[in-house]
């Protein structure tokens, strides 16, 4: 998740439809994993987590999913919705009882109507 | 519960000069960490204090400062302003449960420097 892009990727859906954002990550001794929403203007909003020690997990209308083999992270949001629209980022972290997140560059997720 | 709230807002200052932002953390959370938000470099971790004490820091340089107050309130200092320091300067929190704890985001200092 080292961000070093110039470049955001981007995704558009319709509303209604399912998205899925992927994320690779850098370290594989991360063990904590944090996918953030910003909208324009804002600070990044949590959206849902993950530990090491599981694969999936599920928030309402998100899922994420955690490939430690490939080091991959990904985030399914269901039934998109407008509001939905903004920029998605990945997070690491390795630090045990640390606070030290390591960004993933960030996807503009779109949602036309 | 109220968010993580930094002040201020917005900030302009001119090349050369120094500049303190300033971060109260959600109430109970002892951790406060900072990043720096650029279009070409994105999000930056620069350093994360806990119980006053710097544990951690990013690639910055020296210029880049911080200190957190027993009411883990945080401010970071930039001197010497450059272009370049020009960003969208994020402080979030955490309680810091073992193995690993949401980190909250504040709305962000955006500072312009001219």
């Known amino acids: 998740g080292e961000s070093v892009g110039l470049h955001l990727p981007t995704l558009s859906v319709q509303e209604g439809d399912n998205s899925i954002i992927n994320c690779a990550y850098s370290?594989?001794?991360?063990?904590?994993f944090i996918w953030y929403k910003q909208e324009s203007g804002k600070g990044p909003q949590f959206i849902i987590d993950i530990r090491s020690n599981m694969d999936k997990r599920q928030g309402q209308r998100v899922t994420v999913l955690l490939n430690k083999t490939v080091k991959h992270l990904s985030l399914q949001i269901a039934a998109t919705q407008p509001g939905d629209s903004a920029v998605y980022f990945c997070?690491?972290?390795?630090?045990?009882?640390?606070?030290?997140?390591?960004f993933g560059q960030g996807t503009r997720l779109t949602i036309n109507p | 519960k109220a968010g993580v709230t930094q002040t201020p807002r917005y900030l302009i200052k001119t090349r050369g000069q120094q500049v303190t932002l300033s971060c109260s953390p959600i109430?109970?959370?002892?951790?406060v960490s900072w990043y720096q938000q650029t279009p070409g470099q994105g999000l930056q971790f620069l350093f994360e204090?806990?119980?006053?004490?710097?544990?951690n820091k990013g690639n910055f340089p020296g210029r880049f400062s911080g200190r957190q107050f027993s009411n883990s309130r945080s401010e970071m200092n930039v001197s010497t302003l450059e272009l370049g320091d020009s960003a969208l300067y994020l402080c979030?929190?955490?309680?810091?449960?073992?193995?690993?704890?949401?980190?909250?985001f504040g709305q962000g200092t955006r500072l312009t420097v001219v």
């Open positions: 204090y806990f119980s006053e004490t710097q544990r």
């Open positions: 997070a690491e972290n390795s630090l045990q009882g640390a606070q030290k997140l390591v």
């Open positions: 979030a929190s955490s309680l810091l449960l073992q193995g690993g704890t949401e980190a909250f």
């Open positions: 370290n594989s001794a991360s063990d904590y």
């Open positions: 109430s109970g959370h002892r951790s």
